[in-house]
């Protein structure tokens, strides 16, 4: 299945120093809910921006539905896009908000009364065709700048860290709202966040930006498993980047960490960063499952109480630290040492960044 | 234009906005454009304002023809073109060629302006504070320290000044109307000296304002224009038009015929008409009625003669008027300069006067 | 913040606050006074009653005139004006050169009143622009201009550009945008606008009297007449009927807007 | 569809023409000025050319010292307009009921309805020697003679330029008082500055580019103003508007062109401190875009 | 140890019809770090603004060291605050930001030169004392903030929802930051937050607000794991809100859940509310350790993937559902029926809200 509704080729992008676009290249298919995710100013939106037209790249294309859209304006392209800030129009009320793309498509007063309708129980906002924008709370805004978007049946809707504003409660909520209307619409979604928790959760694909070029796009789980370099493994809570040494032994790759070692996947990876992943999650307390695991003792450092687990932060022989994450309660404490393992399938080679 | 002519007046002109008259007998409209009568005013509209373009006449006082001939914005008059000129003869009494009142309406020899007004100034008083007062020395009198007003404008506060000062000896001047630059200086130094000594209360500018001074009795003495004094007596205020021992500042207003290159001679022979008009004894009779002025001979006759236009007390008014001025012309004085040979440094020394 | 039981000391303040502004507007209205008085008062009044004057008004077709092209040329001010400072806003915003576009537009305003006058006449006249309604407004819209850039300019800077950017993604080109967008948006400038430009050309005199050609405005007719011949009673009742109609509307105002908030 | 030149070309248009129409309208007037204040003056006519004649006239005249007495009447009556257009827009910004902010504004600016020289020229009826406010001094014995410095004084110049140009003042300071987040002065309370600290360390600094252009406003005004000083002055007040119109009085172009000039560069170098002293960024927000 | 150093007695204030204060009590220790927790719009900023002296209560006392502060204004509690947007002042740099509450302690310049740099180091902006205010970023806005609020020395630190803006990452490091100078200072900080993991990491006390009350207040342990009632359990992420019937028994306390019993521990609570709060991670995967543990047959309905660990929705005989956390991988798939239990210490009795 490869049915792009969007390619993106070559695009660059500077705003003096800045380049938030640096030869970035791209394929997102008709259907798919796909994230960008990084750090702040990785150009993430300078992206969405240039998809939507209200920038245009100093070089490279953008085809959308096969047809090249690169220098066309925003007005033409029939997309919807979801502003960080919402952008509700402050001066129309939210039935009006809603219908303001419906103009353009040629409906009729009736039908688009009827529209408006459909979109608003779409969102949960069954009847607040007549409120006032400043009688909503955050949560409803973004429902309405949704609702709003996805009004003219854009073939694309681009979401700008849509539930930043939001606090976690309202965010949860509507992070299923969302995903139900993605699946319930069949509109492709383009996501922009910096919260990984949320990227991995409503995604079918992630890329994960750094300085105007994607590190690595991959499903969430792939991502988040197996993180191609340092950047992307940090990006994550949770991950561990270790100073390991890589040899080759009979053919396969060893992985030598704090005395210990351990056959690994290379997955077709560069060796020469020196660099080992390890999620805080996948570390065993206690002996090895199989051979094949990488077996370790350790120190208790700390414990951090984070709530839902906790940290348990070893020293390993070699001084390195390594977190690991514990969501059952255990009787272990600072200062004890442990044995600890992880299996091969977990220990995951790094590239440079 | 258009069967309109276009007159730029100070307001002196204006009779009341009726001009049906002129239009009953030539069929032509009038568009009067209030304008002011300072120099700058007079001479931004037509150099730079397009004012040639657009005004046929202007009526103001006169004497501004050396600045406005030179710089080619009026025309050479041709009396034959206006009936009226030759009935008035008050321009062969008071401003017959080679006679200094000529100097109002000519320049060179070359009439330039038809008179519509003349009038010869002095200063007014309030009787019941001062007494009788017969010399522009009141100005001067530390008696009225702090309740004299003298007007803002160098060729009749300065020539007024001058007079006195010639006819006291305290300061020599060959001509109060046309002085030398060491003269006017020392008339300045007097000028600034009293100002210093808190001697004026003002330097007014602008008929609203002096007829305001008087009626308030904000000044006792004040160099002023007589229909002032007029309103304030209306407004039931004791006020007296001296007659100086020094003599009247003369001066007469005229109407020029603005050098527009455009204008057709039917536009220009329409604005003859109402040149003729304006020499006329109605429009005069109705001038000296509303403004105070004498405008021509046959005025104060014409409104006797006509009490279906004029009441008996309008026209007793403009008889009364013409008559005045008439004995106020006959006691005489000096002419009042307008363009002086000097007259940037009667500039630049007035600015020194009132920036002191 | 919530004001606590206002103290004596409080409350003595408050009452040289307000007794600040009163005193204020006591002096601002001071002048309104006489006009008032002299429009009832003069030799008029025994004989017309005491409405004389104003009828006096309609029987000075200089007036009259005046009134009209006064009239006519503010509202072209009015509404000009705002449109060319908003052009000039949004130009602003658009190519990011404010010192530059900022400096230009002030630049009238350093101008003495008088020069002002006499440069653009002459340059009327190098253009071979006859005076007419048309360069009297000119004259006036380029000394409006500076106070409603400013005026606009405050209200645009709190107006988010991300409206703008929704728009066109909803499929409204920039014309559409604007319209239906930006301008509801930042109305209340255009109207504060407005009302300087009309107010500014109520005040003006002596750059309009330079290009005046052959109208006059009731300021120009009524500065000539001040100086030559004096004012009559007829002005002072227009000036009185000006600040009772606009009193009377502002009053307007006030009620329907309480009325408003009631429900 | 529309191609994006097409577009770029439209805006270019629709606000390079009003931008570029506005700049000739400025631009061509204040050419001729200031190429007219070199020109040569000889009789009535004048004569382009490339003197500094008009400057030194002015610059070696009594003229010069009117215009620094201008500059200084200006500057002083705008700091005393400030005085009062400030506590004003203060109390408009933070002690009017919000939906009387636009009507007190207005009552502010209905006194300009009345024409200019009438309101001026109003003064000399109540403050004469026989003026109201005399009249009711002695009435109540408060004093024996009328005083004389109420009119025809510096005090009614500046009482004229006050009530003439202040009121314009008050919008935009007030504009910049309503625009700035009250959590800065909360900020500061907490802090431990009080009220009047507050005010000074905080409130005011935030508002000084409304303070600034209400400065302008009144500046101007109060700079080129030549009414007031003619009516209320007394004996020959003289502001460098009268004395360009003096100069006018005598067909001297060039010299009045050479005055307007000079004022014109002593502005710009104000406005020019103005742009560099100040973040323009604090007055124009969001037209100034994403930062 | 009962050294109060704030005591809130009785507050009440109203907006209208908002009431964000309704009779609310409380007693903060020195050098407490102590947290409010509750949706928008419970009240927690209003709270705090009154401790401040920003807003004054229409009844009630705040007593502070001792001292009735009720009445006094802001600029004389000597307290110390930071914005939730900062509110940096735009018109003076970073140095003369943070030496702004100087000029009443009396230091002479040069004490408030030195006072400056120490408390730039201390939240690690050494040297950026000349900087321009727009040249920061969002993070160092905010420790800018905090070395402004902690310059004249407050004996209480106020703090809005003062990372809410940052991005992930950026506030794992402040958070670790804003702890560091709690323990360095000594101050006593007390933190609103919408954050739940935020308030559970940090503080020393947790009080969790609803509608201008709080609802309990307890330590980050006490309240995450027990959890007073339904609406402060929805408020934590993992924690499933079940009905269950109560009974008494040989003086003992027996729930029964979808046919299963067992004895807890009521911790002298209403039994009214029919509620049973279990935590998703203590569900334990597999027979039961001991016979006072709950044991239950379910259903795996589905599973989400959460990058850190896993959901499983877990459907109960009764037709209720329980999301249980795992953290490790398994074998699992939706569909199986799988036998959990849960230790009774875990099973905790709700009051009603
Ligand atoms: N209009 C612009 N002018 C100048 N610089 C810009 C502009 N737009 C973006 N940039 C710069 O480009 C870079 C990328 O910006 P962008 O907004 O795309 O980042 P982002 O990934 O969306 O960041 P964030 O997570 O903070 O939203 C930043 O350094 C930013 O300052
Ligand atoms: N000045 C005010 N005027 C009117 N209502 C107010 C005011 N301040 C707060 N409120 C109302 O009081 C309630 C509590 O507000 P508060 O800001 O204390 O909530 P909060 O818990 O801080 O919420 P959030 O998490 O959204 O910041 C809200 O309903 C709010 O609308
Ligand atoms: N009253 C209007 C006419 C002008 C006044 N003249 C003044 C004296 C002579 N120049
Ligand atoms: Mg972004
Ligand atoms: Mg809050």
């Given at each position: 299945?490869?049915?792009?509704?969007?390619?993106?080729?070559?695009?660059?992008?500077?705003?003096?120093?800045?380049?938030?676009?640096?030869?970035?290249?791209?394929?997102?298919?008709?259907?798919?809910?796909?994230?960008?995710?990084?750090?702040?100013?990785?150009?993430?939106?300078?992206?969405?921006?240039?998809?939507?037209?209200?920038?245009?790249?100093?070089?490279?294309?953008?085809?959308?539905?096969?047809?090249?859209?690169?220098?066309?304006?925003?007005?033409?392209?029939?997309?919807?896009?979801?502003?960080?800030?919402?952008?509700?129009?402050?001066?129309?009320?939210?039935?009006?908000?809603?219908?303001?793309?419906?103009?353009?498509?040629?409906?009729?007063?009736?039908?688009?009364?009827?529209?408006?309708?459909?979109?608003?129980?779409?969102?949960?906002?069954?009847?607040?065709?007549?409120?006032?924008?400043?009688?909503?709370?955050?949560?409803?805004?973004?429902?309405?700048?949704?609702?709003?978007?996805?009004?003219?049946?854009?073939?694309?809707?681009?979401?700008?860290?849509?539930?930043?504003?939001?606090?976690?409660?309202?965010?949860?909520?509507?992070?299923?709202?969302?995903?139900?209307?993605?699946?319930?619409?069949?509109?492709?979604?383009?996501?922009?966040?910096?919260?990984?928790?949320?990227?991995?959760?409503?995604?079918?694909?992630?890329?994960?930006?750094?300085?105007?070029?994607?590190?690595?796009?991959?499903?969430?789980?792939?991502?988040?498993?197996?993180?191609?370099?340092?950047?992307?493994?940090?990006?994550?809570?949770?991950?561990?980047?270790?100073?390991?040494?890589?040899?080759?032994?009979?053919?396969?790759?060893?992985?030598?960490?704090?005395?210990?070692?351990?056959?690994?996947?290379?997955?077709?990876?560069?060796?020469?960063?020196?660099?080992?992943?390890?999620?805080?999650?996948?570390?065993?307390?206690?002996?090895?499952?199989?051979?094949?695991?990488?077996?370790?003792?350790?120190?208790?450092?700390?414990?951090?109480?984070?709530?839902?687990?906790?940290?348990?932060?070893?020293?390993?022989?070699?001084?390195?630290?390594?977190?690991?994450?514990?969501?059952?309660?255990?009787?272990?404490?600072?200062?004890?040492?442990?044995?600890?393992?992880?299996?091969?399938?977990?220990?995951?080679?790094?590239?440079?960044? | 234009?258009?069967?309109?002519?276009?007159?730029?007046?100070?307001?002196?002109?204006?009779?009341?906005?009726?001009?049906?008259?002129?239009?009953?007998?030539?069929?032509?409209?009038?568009?009067?454009?209030?304008?002011?009568?300072?120099?700058?005013?007079?001479?931004?509209?037509?150099?730079?304002?397009?004012?040639?373009?657009?005004?046929?006449?202007?009526?103001?006082?006169?004497?501004?023809?050396?600045?406005?001939?030179?710089?080619?914005?009026?025309?050479?008059?041709?009396?034959?073109?206006?009936?009226?000129?030759?009935?008035?003869?008050?321009?062969?009494?008071?401003?017959?060629?080679?006679?200094?009142?000529?100097?109002?309406?000519?320049?060179?020899?070359?009439?330039?302006?038809?008179?519509?007004?003349?009038?010869?100034?002095?200063?007014?008083?309030?009787?019941?504070?001062?007494?009788?007062?017969?010399?522009?020395?009141?100005?001067?009198?530390?008696?009225?320290?702090?309740?004299?007003?003298?007007?803002?404008?160098?060729?009749?506060?300065?020539?007024?000044?001058?007079?006195?000062?010639?006819?006291?000896?305290?300061?020599?001047?060959?001509?109060?109307?046309?002085?030398?630059?060491?003269?006017?200086?020392?008339?300045?130094?007097?000028?600034?000296?009293?100002?210093?000594?808190?001697?004026?209360?003002?330097?007014?500018?602008?008929?609203?304002?002096?007829?305001?001074?008087?009626?308030?009795?904000?000044?006792?003495?004040?160099?002023?224009?007589?229909?002032?004094?007029?309103?304030?007596?209306?407004?039931?205020?004791?006020?007296?038009?001296?007659?100086?021992?020094?003599?009247?500042?003369?001066?007469?207003?005229?109407?020029?015929?603005?050098?527009?290159?455009?204008?057709?001679?039917?536009?220009?022979?329409?604005?003859?008409?109402?040149?003729?008009?304006?020499?006329?004894?109605?429009?005069?009779?109705?001038?000296?009625?509303?403004?105070?002025?004498?405008?021509?001979?046959?005025?104060?006759?014409?409104?006797?003669?006509?009490?279906?236009?004029?009441?008996?007390?309008?026209?007793?008014?403009?008889?009364?008027?013409?008559?005045?001025?008439?004995?106020?012309?006959?006691?005489?004085?000096?002419?009042?300069?307008?363009?002086?040979?000097?007259?940037?440094?009667?500039?630049?020394?007035?600015?020194?006067?009132?920036?002191? | 913040?919530?004001?606590?039981?206002?103290?004596?000391?409080?409350?003595?303040?408050?009452?040289?606050?307000?007794?600040?502004?009163?005193?204020?507007?006591?002096?601002?209205?001071?002048?309104?006074?006489?006009?008032?008085?002299?429009?009832?008062?003069?030799?008029?009044?025994?004989?017309?009653?005491?409405?004389?004057?104003?009828?006096?008004?309609?029987?000075?077709?200089?007036?009259?005139?005046?009134?009209?092209?006064?009239?006519?040329?503010?509202?072209?001010?009015?509404?000009?004006?705002?449109?060319?400072?908003?052009?000039?806003?949004?130009?602003?915003?658009?190519?990011?050169?404010?010192?530059?576009?900022?400096?230009?537009?002030?630049?009238?305003?350093?101008?003495?009143g008088v020069s002002m006058g006499v440069a653009m006449a002459v340059f009327f006249k190098v253009l071979g622009v006859e005076p007419s309604l048309l360069t009297m407004s000119v004259v006036q819209i380029l000394w409006a201009l500076p106070f409603a850039t400013l005026v606009i300019m405050t209200v645009m800077a709190s107006f988010d550009e991300t409206y703008l950017e929704a728009a066109y993604v909803l499929g409204s080109n920039r014309f559409a945008a604007f319209w239906k967008v930006e301008l509801p948006c930042i109305r209340q400038g255009l109207f504060g606008a407005a009302a300087f430009s009309l107010i500014l050309s109520f005040n003006e005199t002596i750059r309009t009297s330079i290009v005046q050609g052959g109208r006059n405005t009731v300021q120009t007719y009524l500065w000539s007449q001040y100086q030559q011949v004096g004012l009559s009673p007829a002005l002072y009742a227009l000036m009185t009927l000006l600040i009772v109609a606009t009193l009377a509307l502002?009053?307007?105002?006030?009620?329907?807007?309480?009325?408003?908030?009631?429900? | 569809?529309?191609?994006?030149?097409?577009?770029?070309?439209?805006?270019?248009?629709?606000?390079?023409?009003?931008?570029?129409?506005?700049?000739?309208?400025?631009?061509?007037?204040?050419?001729?000025?200031?190429?007219?204040?070199?020109?040569?003056?000889?009789?009535?006519?004048?004569?382009?050319?490339?003197?500094?004649?008009?400057?030194?006239?002015?610059?070696?005249?009594?003229?010069?010292?009117?215009?620094?007495?201008?500059?200084?009447?200006?500057?002083?009556?705008?700091?005393?307009?400030?005085?009062?257009?400030?506590?004003?827009?203060?109390?408009?910004?933070?002690?009017?009921?919000?939906?009387?902010?636009?009507?007190?504004?207005?009552?502010?600016?209905?006194?300009?309805?009345?024409?200019?020289?009438?309101?001026?020229?109003?003064?000399?009826?109540?403050?004469?020697?026989?003026?109201?406010?005399?009249?009711?001094?002695?009435?109540?014995?408060?004093?024996?003679?009328?005083?004389?410095?109420?009119?025809?004084?510096?005090?009614?110049?500046?009482?004229?330029?006050?009530?003439?140009?202040?009121?314009?003042?008050?919008?935009?300071?007030?504009?910049?008082?309503?625009?700035?987040?009250?959590?800065?002065?909360?900020?500061?309370?907490?802090?431990?500055?009080?009220?009047?600290?507050?005010?000074?360390?905080?409130?005011?600094?935030?508002?000084?580019?409304?303070?600034?252009?209400?400065a302008i406003f009144g500046f101007v005004g109060a700079f080129g103003e030549f009414a007031v000083s003619v009516i209320l002055g007394g004996t020959g007040y003289q502001l460098l508007g009268n004395s360009i119109i003096s100069s006018l009085n005598v067909i001297n172009y060039p010299l009045a062109s050479a005055m307007s000039t000079f004022a014109v560069l002593v502005m710009l170098i104000l406005l020019v401190a103005w742009f560099f002293f100040f973040d323009l960024r604090l007055f124009l927000g969001k037209?100034?875009?994403?930062?």
């Amino acid at each position: 299945m490869s049915d792009p509704i969007l390619e993106l080729r070559g695009l660059h992008k500077r705003f003096g120093t800045a380049v938030p676009a640096d030869d970035f290249s791209m394929d997102v298919d008709r259907g798919e809910f796909f994230t960008m995710l990084g750090p702040s100013g990785s150009g993430k939106s300078t992206i969405l921006r240039m998809i939507a037209g209200l920038e245009y790249p100093d070089r490279g294309s953008i085809v959308i539905n096969g047809r090249d859209m690169t220098r066309v304006p925003p007005w033409d392209r029939h997309l919807g896009m979801v502003f960080q800030n919402y952008a509700i129009f402050p001066h129309l009320n939210v039935g009006e908000n809603v219908a303001y793309g419906l103009r353009k498509t040629g409906s009729s007063k009736a039908d688009a009364r009827i529209r408006v309708e459909e979109l608003l129980s779409l969102v949960g906002l069954e009847g607040f065709g007549k409120r006032n924008i400043a009688q909503l709370s955050g949560g409803e805004q973004q429902r309405v700048a949704i609702a709003r978007a996805l009004a003219p049946n854009p073939s694309i809707l681009l979401l700008d860290e849509p539930l930043s504003a939001l606090d976690e409660k309202i965010r949860r909520e509507m992070q299923d709202e969302l995903r139900n209307i993605h699946q319930r619409t069949g509109t492709t979604f383009i996501y922009v966040t910096h919260d990984q928790e949320e990227a991995l959760t409503m995604s079918d694909r992630v890329a994960v930006l750094n300085a105007g070029a994607y590190v690595q796009c991959d499903t969430p789980k792939e991502i988040f498993r197996y993180p191609r370099t340092p950047f992307v493994a940090h990006f994550f809570r949770g991950c561990n980047v270790l100073k390991a040494e890589y040899h080759r032994r009979d053919g396969k790759v060893v992985v030598s960490l704090a005395g210990a070692e351990a056959v690994v996947d290379p997955r077709g990876r560069d060796l020469s960063s020196g660099c080992l992943a390890i999620r805080g999650e996948t570390v065993h307390f206690g002996p090895p499952a199989a051979a094949s695991n990488m077996a370790l003792n350790a120190t208790i450092e700390a414990i951090t109480y984070r709530g839902l687990y906790s940290n348990y932060h070893l020293k390993l022989a070699d001084g390195q630290t390594l977190e690991a994450t514990l969501s059952q309660r255990s009787s272990m404490a600072v200062g004890d040492t442990v044995y600890i393992s992880i299996h091969a399938d977990n220990l995951v080679v790094l590239e440079p960044d | 234009a258009d069967g309109t002519v276009t007159i730029a007046d100070i307001g002196v002109g204006d009779p009341g906005g009726d001009w049906t008259k002129f239009k009953a007998a030539t069929g032509k409209d009038v568009n009067l454009v209030s304008i002011g009568n300072a120099p700058s005013a007079v001479v931004n509209q037509l150099l730079a304002g397009g004012g040639q373009k657009t005004f046929d006449i202007i009526n103001i006082v006169g004497g501004m023809q050396k600045p406005l001939a030179e710089a080619d914005l009026i025309e050479v008059i041709d009396t034959s073109k206006m009936p009226n000129f030759a009935k008035n003869t008050y321009i062969d009494t008071y401003l017959a060629e080679g006679s200094p009142g000529f100097d109002f309406i000519g320049y060179d020899g070359t009439l330039y302006g038809v008179p519509t007004v003349l009038q010869a100034d002095s200063f007014g008083y309030l009787p019941d504070k001062t007494g009788e007062i017969d010399s522009y020395g009141a100005f001067f009198d530390p008696k009225f320290k702090g309740f004299v007003a003298l007007e803002d404008n160098y060729t009749t506060t300065g020539q007024k000044t001058a007079l006195y000062l010639k006819a006291n000896k305290l300061v020599d001047i060959e001509d109060p109307a046309d002085m030398t630059p060491e003269e006017l200086k020392n008339v300045i130094d007097f000028l600034i000296e009293k100002k210093k000594e808190g001697q004026f209360r003002l330097i007014w500018s602008g008929f609203e304002q002096g007829v305001n001074l008087l009626t308030s009795q904000e000044i006792y003495v004040m160099d002023c224009w007589e229909p002032m004094v007029f309103v304030a007596r209306d407004k039931g205020v004791n006020v007296e038009y001296a007659s100086p021992k020094e003599g009247y500042l003369l001066w007469a207003m005229a109407a020029y015929l603005v050098n527009n290159p455009d204008r057709s001679d039917e536009e220009t022979a329409a604005a003859y008409d109402l040149l003729n008009f304006m020499l006329g004894p109605w429009y005069g009779a109705k001038i000296t009625g509303m403004r105070g002025y004498m405008t021509n001979p046959m005025a104060a006759e014409y409104a006797a003669a006509h009490p279906e236009e004029f009441s008996k007390e309008e026209a007793d008014k403009i008889a009364a008027i013409d008559a005045r001025v008439k004995d106020k012309f006959a006691y005489g004085g000096t002419w009042q300069n307008r363009w002086p040979t000097h007259v940037e440094a009667y500039e630049e020394e007035w600015q020194r006067f009132k920036a002191a | 913040m919530t004001v606590p039981a206002p103290t004596s000391a409080q409350r003595a303040a408050n009452g040289l606050v307000w007794g600040f502004v009163a005193l204020v507007l006591v002096f601002l209205y001071a002048p309104m006074v006489p006009p008032v008085l002299r429009s009832f008062a003069g030799a008029s009044v025994e004989n017309g009653g005491l409405f004389a004057s104003y009828r006096a008004i309609f029987d000075d077709p200089l007036l009259i005139g005046g009134i009209w092209n006064t009239v006519m040329i503010g509202a072209i001010v009015a509404v000009v004006t705002p449109v060319l400072a908003l052009a000039i806003a949004q130009a602003l915003r658009e190519w990011q050169k404010p010192r530059l576009i900022l400096g230009l537009v002030l630049l009238p305003l350093f101008v003495p009143g008088v020069s002002m006058g006499v440069a653009m006449a002459v340059f009327f006249k190098v253009l071979g622009v006859e005076p007419s309604l048309l360069t009297m407004s000119v004259v006036q819209i380029l000394w409006a201009l500076p106070f409603a850039t400013l005026v606009i300019m405050t209200v645009m800077a709190s107006f988010d550009e991300t409206y703008l950017e929704a728009a066109y993604v909803l499929g409204s080109n920039r014309f559409a945008a604007f319209w239906k967008v930006e301008l509801p948006c930042i109305r209340q400038g255009l109207f504060g606008a407005a009302a300087f430009s009309l107010i500014l050309s109520f005040n003006e005199t002596i750059r309009t009297s330079i290009v005046q050609g052959g109208r006059n405005t009731v300021q120009t007719y009524l500065w000539s007449q001040y100086q030559q011949v004096g004012l009559s009673p007829a002005l002072y009742a227009l000036m009185t009927l000006l600040i009772v109609a606009t009193l009377a509307l502002m009053a307007g105002i006030v009620v329907v807007t309480r009325r408003r908030q009631l429900p | 569809m529309k191609s994006i030149r097409f577009d770029a070309l439209l805006r270019v248009l629709v606000l390079g023409l009003p931008l570029l129409l506005v700049a000739i309208l400025i631009l061509g007037p204040l050419g001729i000025m200031v190429a007219v204040s070199f020109w040569k003056k000889t009789g009535f006519a004048m004569v382009p050319d490339v003197t500094w004649h008009a400057y030194a006239t002015f610059l070696s005249g009594v003229r010069i010292e009117v215009f620094w007495r201008s500059l200084w009447v200006a500057v002083s009556s705008t700091v005393l307009m400030l005085l009062i257009a400030y506590p004003l827009a203060y109390i408009v910004a933070k002690k009017v009921r919000p939906t009387l902010v636009g009507v007190t504004l207005f009552l502010f600016s209905v006194p300009f309805l009345v024409n200019f020289i009438i309101r001026t020229f109003s003064w000399s009826d109540i403050l004469g020697r026989s003026g109201f406010v005399n009249s009711a001094l002695m009435g109540l014995g408060l004093t024996d003679a009328p005083l004389d410095w109420l009119l025809y004084s510096d005090f009614a110049v500046y009482l004229g330029l006050v009530t003439a140009y202040m009121p314009f003042m008050i919008f935009p300071i007030w504009l910049s008082l309503s625009g700035t987040d009250k959590r800065y002065e909360q900020a500061s309370w907490v802090l431990g500055e009080g009220r009047l600290m507050t005010f000074w360390r905080v409130t005011l600094p935030l508002s000084l580019p409304g303070v600034f252009a209400a400065a302008i406003f009144g500046f101007v005004g109060a700079f080129g103003e030549f009414a007031v000083s003619v009516i209320l002055g007394g004996t020959g007040y003289q502001l460098l508007g009268n004395s360009i119109i003096s100069s006018l009085n005598v067909i001297n172009y060039p010299l009045a062109s050479a005055m307007s000039t000079f004022a014109v560069l002593v502005m710009l170098i104000l406005l020019v401190a103005w742009f560099f002293f100040f973040d323009l960024r604090l007055f124009l927000g969001k037209i100034m875009g994403r930062q």
